[in-house]
């Protein structure tokens, strides 16, 4: 996978305690539970070439793997219920590291790095303890979520991220060597719909790192 420089839109570096929230992104209420300010089925997206061989059932997923911090709340909700929790769902994610490398494919072989799953909690809710990822050639920055229900496959997408929060963690520790990203959001096959549903919501600073919440609205 080659590293390209950065093209398109020179975003901007977000300050030290910046957040990016969209409308339709999930927002953290004082008893925990993480809700929508909108209640739509998140769209469908590929699962892509570098799904998981085996079931990693984990909360952190690092495997030692460097790169900033980010702490991943993922709500799972039913959209044909009013947005409710979806309890007892298994959610998995998987993601390529800072340097764009998968785990269990090519250069990854062998390894589970950056993959896992957990059970959604009686908020709807699965963390993950993770790193901001990488990139690789021809597509935006990234993580991969499959959603299944008694072991239905109920939902794959992708979550995206802030170009502007993206491009700054690029320029530190462990991603600046590669650089930037050549692929927008707007720039990416997968994403051509727009990414209004399934942008993240991220608060933190490229210096401690980020949380970022989720919302992955089904209809069961």
């Known amino acids: 996978m080659t590293a390209a420089c950065g093209g398109g839109e020179t975003p901007t570096s977000p300050s030290a305690t910046s957040t990016s929230t969209t409308a339709n992104t999930t927002t953290t209420t004082d008893n925990g539970t993480v809700t929508g300010t909108g209640c ?5 997206e590929t699962v892509g070439p570098y799904p ?12 030692g793997k460097p790169g900033l911090p980010l ?24 993601q390529c590291d800072h340097q764009g490398v998968y785990s269990e494919y090519g250069q990854g072989t062998g390894q589970n790095f950056l993959r896992g799953a957990q059970t959604t909690d009686a908020q709807g809710q699965a963390t993950f303890d ?3 990822p990488g990139w690789y050639q021809g597509r935006a920055t990234h993580v991969h979520v499959e959603v299944t229900i008694g072991g239905r496959s109920v939902k ?5 991220f ?17 650089g930037q990203n050549s692929t927008t959001n707007g720039r990416d096959g997968v994403f051509a719909d727009g990414v209004s549903q399934e942008l993240i919501s991220l608060s933190g600073n490229t210096s401690s790192g980020f949380s ?6 089904i209809a069961v």
Not at 156 to 160: D, F, G
Not at 212 to 217: A, D, E, L, M, R
């Open 52 to 63: 998981s061989h085996g079931d990693y059932f984990r909360r952190n997923v690092t495997d």
């Open 130 to 132: 993770t790193v901001y």
């Open 212 to 217: 970022g919440t989720f919302q992955v609205g």
């Open 162 to 178: 802030p170009e502007d929060i993206t491009a700054a963690v690029y320029r530190t520790g462990v991603y600046a060597a590669k």
């Open 71 to 94: 702490s991943l709340t993922i709500a799972v909700v039913n959209a044909a219920s009013s947005c409710a929790p979806v309890s007892g769902a298994t959610v998995e994610i998987w």
């Open 156 to 160: 794959v997408t992708q979550i995206a």
């Open 40 to 44: 739509a089925v998140t769209p469908t």
